[in-house]
């Protein structure tokens, strides 16, 4: 007996592979993109299918067809969608006050060598 997927994980993993390639609202990606990046390990390509039907019927995407093929455009309703349930979390507060590339080079940490230093014995170990 297959196992049923629930509506709404099938339609985030559909919202998912529009958050990960940032597409913003007005922006579109094939069917075909969608089918290549389908998470298969969890869900069936008969998934994607009902997913993106219910996703076009609530408005969060639009079809278009053209000489490439189908096409899915995100909706501001989808954007919306995608920002508020799907999308990772924003960081926090002072995140907002630093800057997004580094300005130094990154810490090399290295093991020091410790071949040339001896072992100094304590006063009350024996020798």
Not at 41 to 58: M, N, P, Y
């Amino acid at each position: 007996m297959a196992v049923s997927v629930e509506f709404k994980v099938m339609q985030e993993a559909v919202l998912q592979i529009f958050a990960v390639q940032e597409i913003p609202a007005g922006g579109s990606l094939s069917l075909e993109f969608l089918r290549e990046n389908w998470p298969g390990a969890r869900l069936r390509r008969g998934d994607l299918v009902q997913a993106v039907r219910q996703l076009v019927f609530a408005g969060e995407l639009e079809l278009d067809e053209d000489g490439d093929g189908v096409q899915l455009i995100l909706t501001e309703r989808g954007y919306q969608r995608y920002i508020a349930h799907v999308a990772p979390p924003a960081k926090g507060f002072w995140s907002m006050f630093l800057s997004k590339k580094p300005s130094i080079a990154p810490f090399n940490a290295r093991k020091p060598d410790i071949s040339g230093i001896q072992q100094r014995r304590r006063s009350t170990d024996a020798a």
